[in-house]
Each structure stands twice: as structure tokens, then as C-alpha cells.
């Protein structure tokens, strides 16, 4: 498969990144891009339900995302409106069905997660009850053209750093690739573009830049993805996770080489590594060459 974007970044919006004056090691004036932070206020219907710290782009993918990451939307709920007021910072999702989430608000936990990452005590028991499809299949080849063509894509990272990144995929085409401060909220505006696009889960793959965390496991089975892969490590609660509900695993995937510690079994090994291009050992990130 080939072809562009459907969602991709984009680093020269003015809005999510801006320069700042400093100095160097020696002493000289430099200007250097950062990212912005800011608060948004999460309404569902007339209950306030969470304020979160992100870049700002995409506020109704990421409200809606993360809604139904924490089983806050069912499967049937209509969404009638999404309302963003830039001035205050603030969205509502309203629903057809009345919602009164005030007890499991209660019983949230704080996970390891940047920023405000949270999941609520009661999130597991829909995560047990989750069938991811034992169809899919991720080729070697396609994991190898991933990696390149998702670490080669303009970014915000690559503007300005200090940001992650994660992106919805399809056999070898990335197709939605979102970014923010926390990676939850990357997931959750994806999750959120799922929802207000009806895209199907069972014949996808996940990448994420982040670490292969619990959280990020839970959210990925939730979606209903299959395939998740990232070119950083693993924590063993996530691990543990991924081999429960039969999630493949893949972590520190960079060029040619990758580590799977869950769900091998739905991997095809169709293409020599050997032959594969590795890609260089630092990335160059504007103002600067950093490893990613």
C-alpha cells in the first residue's frame, strides 16, 4: 500500500510551537522553537470530567478520544455536538443519552503517563472482556517501510522536540499521524478521529515514539487494534497486559531491527533484515541533531 496522510502533523502552525531567545554553552544568543502547553477543560454534557495539558490542535478528536478511552462513551451513544471555546479553553461532547459519571470520577488512578495520563479504576473490566481478531498479521516488510516513512514525515518533534508522537496504520501505509505533550493524548485523538470516522480497528497497527507502558496497552486493546509497535522499550505490567489479551507487542523498533515480547505468532517474516535499510543512528531535529 502507498499514499499520503489522511492526518499528519504540522510543524509550521504557528500556534503549537514558538521561538524563544536564550544562550549556548559558549554564551551566544540563540533562538530556539518549543512547544506550547496549554490547559483544555473537558465537558461531557453538563459534568466536567478533566482538564488536560496539550498542544491545542484537534481539541474534539482528543475530547471525544479520551471519552471513550475511559468507557465515558458506549458503543451506541449518538454525539450531537462538540463545542470548542478557544477563548476559555474549554470543550463539551453532548450526547443524546444523559450521562452522570460523578461516581466513577472518583476512582480514578494515576498511571505513568506524562503529564495528566490517567485511567479509571473500572477501565480494566471492559479491558477484560475485549476479542482482539487473531487474523491480523503484521509483515516484516511492512514494519521496515513503517519505520522509515514515519521517522522521515515533518514533525513537531523535529520543529521543536519535547513532544510525542503516535500514528494509526494501515499494512505499510501510516495513515493519522498526531502529536502532543503526553502520548495519551496522541492515542486518545486518534481514538477520537476512529469514533467521528467510523474506521474499522481490526485490520490496524499502532505506532507510538513512547514507552510500551500499561496505559498504552489498555488503550490500544480498548480501541481494539491488534498491533502495537514503538521504537522505545517496555515496562512488565505492559507486557503482562499485551500476552492477556493477546495484543502483539513490539518494542524497540528502529530501522532494521525490533523486539516482539507478545503475539509473535501474528507476524510474517517476509523480508530479509539483512536487505532491510537501517536508518542512522541520530535524526536531524531542527537547531540541534539529537537522537529520537
Known sequence: MSGPYVLKPNPLDPRLSTSVSGIDQNGQTVDTRVVTEKPLTLYLNSQEVVTMMTIGDHPDLLAVGYLKN?????EDDVITGIDHDDDIDVVIVRTERETNFEEKLKKKVRTSGCA?????????????????????????????ALTKSINT????????GAIHGCVLCRGDRP???????GRHNAVDKIAGWMVLNNIPASDKIFYTTGRLTSEMVIKTVMMGIPILVSRSGFTAWGVELARQSGLTLIGRARGKRFVALA??????????????EDEPAKVKRKGSMTAR
Open 116 to 144: 495528566q495520563g490517567t485511567v479509571f479504576g473500572d477501565v480494566m473490566e471492559g479491558f477484560d472482556t475485549v476479542a482482539l481478531p487473531q487474523e491480523a498479521n503484521l509483515k516484516t516488510s511492512w514494519l521496515y
Open 263 to 276: 503475539g509473535a505468532e501474528r507476524i510474517e517474516f517476509d523480508m530479509d533484515p539483512e536487505v532491510a
Open 153 to 160: 514525515t515533518p514533525s513537531l518533534y523535529l520543529e521543536a
Open 175 to 181: 495513515l493519522v499521524y498526531m502529536e502532543d505533550v
Open 70 to 74: 475511559q468507557n465515558m462513551l458506549a
